[in-house]
């Protein structure tokens, strides 16, 4: 399977954003995932706030094997 894995987004099966995380459940608000229609995957994503504030954004990712991680990240919107 590594020499057919050309470049890291290959390792990726699927992630997911939630923008706005409140500490209890992970909402799926924005995704990209693989399918045999559509093998590629998006690597960037963007995000507009209405609202000023403080927002906690959660992105979790399931790599090709089965394995997740989640990277929490507080940003501050003005």
Do not use: C
Request: proline letters at 1%; aromatic letters at 14%.
């Amino acid at each position: 399977m590594r020499t057919a894995i050309r470049h890291w987004s290959q390792w990726i099966d699927y992630w997911a954003v939630d923008w706005d995380y409140k500490g209890d459940t992970f909402h799926n608000q924005w995704q990209s995932y693989r399918s045999r229609k559509e093998p590629g995957i998006e690597t960037k994503t963007t995000h507009v706030y209405d609202d000023a504030g403080r927002y906690t954004v959660v992105a979790k990712v399931i790599d090709i094997l089965g394995n997740d991680t989640i990277k929490t990240l507080v940003i501050e919107v003005r």
